[in-house]
Nanobody, 115 residues
């Protein structure tokens, strides 16, 4: 069963913008925090941004001021608005949902920023 569906990735030039979405299925109950991670080729997965159930947001230093995380609780969806993209932002992006019972991961979506 697919619990999280990501969309919005793609190829963009440096300086451009993309908006990622991650929709959680209705089968996931009691969602707490939601977040985004990324993994570049040859590197470990790293945390990018998080948002609590009360919409408190936190960001990795590398994306602070350029990325914005938000959520729509009615739609069980988390977003990542990415502006001023850099080639070093190229990675597979994963959403994570923390629920009362367990954590869920999306399948990953490619973001490629060309110089």
């Amino acid at each position: 069963q697919v619990h999280l569906v990501e969309s919005g990735g793609g190829l963009v030039q440096a300086g451009g913008s993309l908006r990622l979405s991650c929709a959680a299925s209705a089968s996931i109950f009691n969602i707490n925090a939601m977040g985004w991670y990324r993994q570049a080729p040859g590197k470990q997965r790293e945390w990018v941004a998080g948002i609590t159930s009360g919409s408190i947001t936190t960001y990795a230093d590398s994306v602070k001021g350029r990325f914005t995380i938000s959520r729509d609780n009615a739609k069980n969806t988390v977003y990542l608005q990415m502006n001023s993209l850099k080639p070093e932002d190229t990675a597979v992006y994963y959403c994570q949902v923390r629920a009362a019972v367990r954590n869920y991961w999306g399948q990953g979506i490619q973001v490629t920023v060309s110089s």
